[in-house]
């Protein structure tokens, strides 16, 4: 069976405080995805990655960064936490040949006071 | 970035009855998902659809890629309260490398 997990599911951080949110997939998936989720603006791409050390710029990347040293890892950095990266951060990978069917993880509820 | 229209916003509908709803874009596209959220939960994928003028069903669940490519849509048959969430459609444009695109999603609520 096909999984995701995220290293927290709820998370509450002060402003500039650096942040990790870890992600694990065990489907030995290429690709993997960070998205952030806000009420009324859907799922937005922060970054991804398609192979380890690879990584590509989403459409909202500022404030972010992201480390894939394992293939089953990525991680997502929040360098200076601020109250507007306040959000709901789901992970997701994909990665059978011609397919692309994303796989999410339970995401991760950051607060940031 | 590339738009996904996906119609209705939201819906509330009695239990028992049938839900409908579409994701449309002047695009072309070759894949099309559908994905339902719980609340709290990350997406789980429901149907993918892979050729124009395909029909998929999951259970109660439905789902066509529109013969222009540039459509889906999702049916619900005899909802249940279960069957509350956000159900959001995906598209995979060639372009576009392994990303999605992804709808603002349809926000279902059912009435017992």
């Known amino acids: 069976d096909v999984k995701v997990t995220q290293s927290s599911r709820y998370l509450v951080k002060r402003t500039g405080e650096k942040v990790f949110l870890e992600c694990v997939q065990d489907m030995d998936h290429e690709n993997m995805f960070w998205y952030r989720q806000d009420p009324g603006l859907g799922l937005r791409l922060i970054y991804f990655s398609y192979d380890v050390k690879m990584k590509e710029k989403g459409d909202i990347p500022e404030g972010y960064s992201v480390s894939r040293e394992k293939k089953e890892r990525f991680s997502l950095i929040l360098e200076s936490a601020s109250t507007n990266q306040t959000s709901m951060y789901l992970c997701a990978s994909s990665g059978v040949l011609g397919l692309h069917e994303q796989f999410f993880g339970p995401g991760t509820r950051l607060t940031v006071l | ?112």
């Open chain 2, 1 to 112: 970035g590339q738009q996904l229209n996906q119609s209705p916003q939201s819906m509330f509908i009695q239990e028992g009855e049938d839900v409908s709803m579409n994701c449309t874009s002047s695009s072309i596209f070759n894949t099309w998902l559908w994905y339902k959220q719980d609340p709290g939960e990350g997406p789980v994928l429901l149907i993918a659809l892979y050729k124009a003028g395909e029909l998929t069903s999951n259970g109660r669940l439905t789902a066509q890629f529109g013969i222009t490519r540039k459509d889906s849509f999702l049916n619900i048959s005899a909802s249940i309260p279960s069957d509350v969430g956000i159900y959001f459609c995906a598209g995979h444009l060639m372009e576009y490398g392994n990303k999605l695109v992804f709808g603002a999603g349809t926000i279902l609520r059912v009435k017992s």
